[in-house]
């Protein structure tokens, strides 16, 4: 990874080319482009995360497509750990159910809901600020 855009958003290079990855079925809040300057509740601190995790380390692509933007939509591991899990076990993303067009990730989006559950009961990240939805204010 040589770039982390925000929580959800990363630069990597495949093959020799600069490309836009997409976390696929986590959404983080944000903190960039029109949101840079005032960043969503937890957006800054779900980049931080991501670019501790990510920034300058190879990573594991499970690439189900592309979203309406053309960033490559994927599952994220580093290290033989799952981003997007983390993130949303850290109160730092919540679970995007989202139509997945390559395959069945049934048991992976199914732990990041139960990620979500335990992150909300333990008041971690977005959901120690009360809210239902981290991207309320959107």
């Not at 495949?14 to 990855?21: H, L, P, R, W, Y």
């Not at 380390?57 to 690439?63: A, F, G, H, M, S």
């Not at 919540?94 to 069945?104: A, I, K, L, V």
Request: hydrophobic share 30%; net charge negative; proline share 2%.
């Amino acid at each position: 990874i040589n770039k982390v855009v925000d929580g959800d958003t990363f630069r990597v290079n495949v093959n020799g080319k600069d490309t836009s990855i997409r976390l696929l079925a986590v959404d983080t809040p944000e903190s960039a482009g029109a949101y840079e300057e005032n960043p969503m509740a937890f957006g800054k601190e779900a980049s931080e995360y991501s670019k501790s995790l990510l920034l300058g380390k190879d990573v594991r692509l499970y690439i189900d497509g592309t979203d309406k933007y053309g960033r490559i939509t994927a599952f994220v591991e580093v290290g033989g750990v799952d981003v997007g899990g983390q993130l949303v076990g850290e109160g730092l993303g919540r679970t995007r159910y989202e139509d997945m067009s390559q395959g069945n990730y049934t048991d992976r989006v199914e732990s990041y809901y139960n990620k979500e559950v335990e992150a909300i009961d333990a008041n971690k990240g977005v959901w120690s600020q009360g809210l239902l939805n981290p991207h309320m204010n959107r």
